[in-house]
């Protein structure tokens, strides 16, 4: 240990901290299993875990997906949520409708969600800077409105207002199930990024963030490749949004199109550092487990004194509006830029990140 | 024919709103280059003020609109100088996030304070109107119409005609040069954003009269203002105007299609915004930059 640099230090701390974590969260709910309950092993994890696992890994998904468009090609993607609710539709209509196994109607939630991309891809991604973000964020809005609304012959085709309810996977532990299901999307996504970032269309990617009309010049086909990369990113999408519906077997607009998660997978993206391959993931744990925390999820909560209870769910999201507000004036590359034993946190790094970026 | 002329006074009268909730926008991204995601909760601040005003003091809520413009100025003010004139130089990614995060603190004091319920604003004379043949002519809305377009007059007289509008002008213009000449760029954006935020406040003071307000109400007005300001051009105060009265014909014309009501009110409005952009980016009226 003599010799090596302290920042060097608390990084293989943190990466060995983050792999047990990782271990953990990975193996624990073996335990769980009617075959180590009958040898009596003891039992790790609970039912709660389950689900505040499923949510986290179901985040990786998404901060990693939005990571394709948004880190590596610098799209500020404002909507990936209707990714999201798209393949959460296309799984639940086909398993509610048209009577198809889960199995089956899964994978068409990632075509399904990247078809639609590239078609709104092919005129959206001719915009930039602001307008690609508020109109990306318009669509958002205005697929959830359409699902909600639209109607085939005076039924709601897609189940309107009152939601789409499914039948029920039988499976015999249905939690263990929809969290391996969901983890190992989000270590599809994670090698996808990593597959990504070391081809020739990852290059492409970066050039196109660094100078679109550079990148043109040296032979990307620029809109080949950003409609490619949104279209991977809303493929990723969709599958959480598929896995979530047949998980959840309710969905509505509220659940399946949440505007709030737009701006949480960047947020997660941001805080683990973009245009990485497992910096979006790290904040998506991070950031979920916080806002789990908030809204008082956990096994430990918050309570403060003078505030009523009930009024814990609105203080969490002005807590979170505070925490928004600071990492972007005070870390703009991100938490993981100083962890990561790039930079040292300390005063300078923080008035040096504030004084790069005010006037 | 009635029916087409009561719709282009509905359009109208609904597009005054979107013209002078447009123009504070449309100030703040063209001369800061932030698109302001905390749009929507000043004008809901200014709606609940003037909620307040009429509430507890009876006072007239056209009285209370030169309070809402005041107070809201000091409050974007302090705003701009304390918090986002530290990211003005950030990517774009983070001036989205830091108003966005201002949005997400500002709307959920309001629910702090105010609860989720609706509240509305009914003086004597609220639901009155001209009739004139079979056409209606509310009252309310007609006064609000000449309201909003004396704000719009009033900021265009501000940025043309005094010191401090010319200041913003050349800052807009070229930041650098501007300090170079011996501007407070700290205090010019300041004024800039609290320029618009007063915008912000008569529109919502203008909202509570026409509409029954919550504290998560102002979201939809942030993405509209956007589409307004696209429409009409970004960069002058009148092409902002034309811009939002032309978005309140068309949502009225678009709710009179049988079938398709109220709730596709975001689909068409971002389906147009979309269709202007790719094929006329510099809006009706703007000038290409």
Redo the contacts between chains.
């Keep these: 240990m003599i010799g090596m640099s302290a920042s060097r230090l608390w990084n293989r701390i943190f990466i060995g901290l983050a792999l047990a974590v990782l271990a953990y969260a990975v193996l624990a709910p073996l335990t769980s299993l009617s075959a180590a309950q009958s040898l009596n092993v003891p039992l790790l994890t609970d039912r709660l875990w389950f689900r505040i696992a499923t949510i986290i890994a179901m985040f990786v998904v998404m901060a990693t997906a939005w990571n394709i468009i948004?880190g590596l090609t610098g799209y500020?993607a404002?909507g990936n949520v209707a990714f999201f609710g798209i393949g959460a539709y296309t799984t639940g209509m086909l398993i509610a409708k048209a009577k198809w196994p889960f199995l089956l109607a899964l994978p068409l939630s990632p075509v399904a969600a990247a078809a639609f991309a590239a078609l709104v891809g092919l005129?959206?991604l001719?915009?930039r800077?602001?307008?690609f973000?508020?109109?990306s964020?318009?669509?958002g809005?205005?697929v959830g409105?359409?699902v909600?609304?639209i109607?085939y012959q005076g039924q709601p085709m897609f189940g309107g207002a009152s939601g789409l309810f499914l039948p029920i996977f039988s499976i015999g532990d249905r939690g263990l199930f929809f969290f391996y299901l969901m983890l190992g999307a989000a270590a599809i996504s994670i090698a996808v990024t990593w597959l990504v970032l070391r081809s020739r269309f990852g290059y492409g990617l970066i050039a196109i963030r660094e100078n679109e009309e550079a990148a043109a010049v040296i032979g990307v086909n620029t809109t080949a490749y950003k409609v490619a990369a949104y279209a991977l990113s809303a493929a990723l999408t969709g599958l959480a949004g598929g896995i979530f519906s047949q998980w959840n077997v309710f969905i509505n607009q509220e659940n399946a199109f949440p505007i709030e998660y737009n701006?949480q997978m960047?947020?997660m993206a941001?805080l683990g550092g973009t245009g990485t391959v497992f910096g979006p993931a790290a904040g998506a744990v991070v950031l979920q487990l916080l806002i789990q925390f908030l809204s008082g999820t956990l096994p430990v909560t918050l309570s403060l004194p003078f505030v009523p209870s009930d009024?814990m769910p609105?203080?969490a999201?002005?807590i979170?509006?505070?925490?928004?507000?600071i990492v972007?004036?005070f870390a703009?590359r991100g938490v993981i830029d100083f962890f990561g034993g790039r930079s040292r946190l300390s005063l300078a790094y923080l008035r040096r990140s504030?004084r790069?970026?005010?006037? | 024919m009635t029916d087409f002329v009561q719709l282009v006074i509905i359009g109208l009268l609904a597009g005054g709103i979107y013209a002078v909730v447009g123009v504070g926008f449309g100030l703040v991204?063209g001369v800061l280059n932030i698109?302001n995601l905390a749009h929507g909760a000043l004008v809901i601040v200014g709606a609940y003020l003037t909620w307040q005003l009429f509430t507890s003091f009876g006072l007239d809520p056209f009285l209370t609109l030169p309070l809402d413009a005041v107070a809201l100025f000091a409050l974007g003010y302090l705003l701009q100088r304390s918090?986002i004139?530290?990211?003005?130089?950030?990517?774009?990614?983070?001036t989205?996030?830091?108003t966005?995060?201002?949005?997400?603190?500002a709307?959920?004091?309001l629910?702090?304070i105010f609860k989720s319920d609706f509240r509305s604003v009914t003086p004597s004379y609220s639901g009155q109107g001209m009739e004139l043949g079979s056409v209606v002519i509310p009252y309310v809305p007609l006064a609000s119409l000449g309201v909003s377009l004396l704000v719009a007059a009033a900021l265009a007289f501000v940025l043309n005609r005094t010191r401090a509008g010319l200041a913003i002008l050349a800052v807009a213009a070229d930041r650098d040069a501007a300090q170079l000449v011996g501007i407070d760029?700290?205090h010019t954006?300041a004024v800039t954003f609290g320029l618009g935020a007063a915008c912000a406040g008569v529109a919502g003071g203008l909202i509570a009269m026409i509409q029954a307000i919550t504290p998560t109400a102002g979201e939809p007005y942030t993405?509209q203002a956007?589409?307004v300001v696209?429409l009409g051009g970004l960069g002058r105060v009148s092409a902002t105007v034309v811009g939002g009265l032309a978005f309140g014909l068309i949502e009225a014309f678009a709710q009179s299609i049988p079938?398709s009501g109220s709730?596709?009110a975001?689909?068409i409005?971002?389906?147009l915004?979309?269709l202007v952009?790719?094929t006329r980016?510099q809006g009706l009226l703007g000038r290409l930059r």
């Design positions: 948004g500020a404002f005129p959206l001719r915009l800077g602001h307008y973000a508020v109109a964020l318009g669509v809005v205005a409105e359409l909600q609304n109607d701006v960047i947020l941001l009024a609105v203080i999201q002005i979170l509006g505070l925490m928004l507000v972007v004036i703009p504030l790069e970026t005010s006037i | 991204w698109v918090l004139n530290r990211i003005v130089r950030a990517p774009l990614l983070f989205f996030l830091l966005f995060g201002v949005n997400l603190i709307v959920n004091i629910l702090l760029l700290r954006y993405l956007f589409v696209i079938g709730v596709f975001n689909a409005a971002f389906g915004m979309v952009l790719v980016p």
